[in-house]
């Protein structure tokens, strides 16, 4: 019954449309206060422990380098880079942006960003060279996802934090899954190009054009470098990298590119802080609602009823990935990963999976419901930079749901997609 409770209470509240980090939080003092076997201050403890944690203070650094670096002029050069790389290919423009996303996702984190900085730019731009508003949408709003699979990834933080694992390890074994996403996206853009014939543009591929594309582009794209390098170098932890990522965010928009000016900070820090706090307050909320589940013994009930369905190995982590799609319809990435993480890791951990390998396999089915509704964050920022409905872009994302659905499989079932690069590290 406190378990009917929880689950009953928290699902009222997201039908009301009550934010959901507000939801976690009313749903699990809702609980306390029926069960009667818990204090209150369990509440408020767990709001304040969750977030005290120092690895998780990556998590605002790099939603303000994000912030700084979508307004500093990068994401202009990185497109001018990406389309000098596949522009002149059928659906140049459509494969252009995609690469652009791949790179921006390299530096902000963050889906959603990635879609407000380069769907702001590239949606009026496809449009402009003939291609279909909703196709144009559509294909930023795919793009988008890949901003939490290539490394750096605010849910990859959050899952090193809450499983125990490796962030730098994450980070690593993000980057050719995040290819291979990319990839698939654009195979399907090119197809669909070739299909109404948009062409690409003019402009012929040459090493002359790439190599002066990739000058006017260099301080964006050595960034993941600095990160990654640093962190692996042993030079700085994954937050430290953070602080790191806005210094040099800063210096790039004030100095270097100089599209960033003094009296634009104000707001900047104002969005971030704001978006901080959201993020915050759903890993406060989700990480009490998740000790709950635990006190309830909730997590060993689905463990068992999982492995009652079937033994079968392959069985089991389809199940799982079907649970993930249909949550990340339903709950936002970050709480999903705090609920779920101390579930269904153990139960992969037994079958045979490794913990890092686990949690890609968790992060890229998650992303997949940024394009997939009703909450399918893209998808209302991609609509409210195209004015398209939800309904229209839901139908225009769909095949890029099933190239994402197909690279999902392969990182599942193929596990050195994503490990062959951490042992190589080593």
């Not at 009222?12 to 069960?35: M, Q």
């Not at 509440?43 to 998590?59: H, Q, Y």
């Not at 596949?86 to 791949?102: D, E, H, L």
């Not at 940024?370 to 225009?396: D, M, R």
Request: glycine share 10%; net charge neutral; aromatic share 10%.
């Amino acid at each position: 019954m406190t378990t009917l409770v929880l689950f009953g209470s928290f699902a009222i509240l997201l039908l009301l449309s009550v934010p959901i980090g507000i939801a976690l939080g009313l749903s699990t003092l809702f609980t306390l206060f029926y069960s009667g076997g818990i204090p209150l201050p369990f509440l408020m403890k767990e709001l304040v422990t969750s977030v005290d944690s120092f690895p998780l203070m990556a998590v605002p650094f790099f939603i303000l380098a994000g912030e700084i670096m979508g307004k500093g002029g990068i994401s202009e050069r990185l497109f001018n880079f990406a389309n000098a790389l596949v522009g002149n290919k059928t659906g140049g423009f459509a494969m252009a942006t995609i690469v652009t996303c791949m790179f921006f996702a390299a530096i902000s984190g963050s889906g959603p960003a990635t879609v407000a900085a380069i769907g702001g730019i590239m949606i009026p731009a496809m449009v402009k060279q003939g291609y279909d508003k909703k196709f144009a949408t559509a294909t930023v709003a795919a793009a988008g996802s890949i901003g939490v699979i290539i490394p750096p990834s605010i849910p990859m933080v959050i899952y090193g934090v809450v499983g125990g694992a490796s962030i730098g390890d994450m980070f690593i074994a993000g980057i050719i899954p995040g290819i291979l996403v990319g990839l698939s996206l654009m195979v399907w853009a090119y197809f669909y190009s070739k299909k109404h014939n948009y062409k690409g543009s003019e402009q012929k591929t040459s090493l002359a054009n790439i190599g002066k594309t990739f000058w006017e582009a260099k301080w964006a794209l050595v960034i993941p470098v600095v990160i990654l390098g640093g962190i692996y170098g042993g030079i700085f932890t994954p937050t430290e990298a953070a602080v790191i990522a806005v210094v040099y965010g800063m210096i790039a928009g004030l100095f270097l590119y100089r599209e960033l000016a003094i009296k634009d900070l104000p707001k900047l820090l104002a969005d971030a802080s704001l978006t901080t706090a959201t993020v915050l307050i759903i890993v406060g909320s989700a990480t009490a609602f998740g000790r709950l589940l635990t006190i309830e013994q909730i997590p060993t009930q689905v463990a068992n009823l999982l492995l009652s369905i079937s033994e079968n190995e392959i069985v089991i982590i389809l199940l799982i990935t079907v649970l993930l799609l249909i949550v990340g319809c339903f709950m936002d990435t970050l709480a999903a990963i705090i609920i779920l993480t101390p579930i269904l890791l153990p139960i992969a951990v037994n079958l045979g999976y490794d913990p890092i390998h686990f949690g890609i396999i968790m992060v890229v089915n998650l992303a997949i419901g940024f394009i997939t509704p009703p909450l399918g964050v893209n998808l209302f920022v991609g609509s409210g930079i195209s004015g398209l409905s939800i309904e229209q872009l839901s139908k225009a994302i769909l095949p890029y749901f099933f190239a994402m659905l197909f690279s999902l499989l392969m990182i599942t079932f193929i596990p050195e997609l994503s490990l062959w690069l951490i042992s190589f590290a080593e």
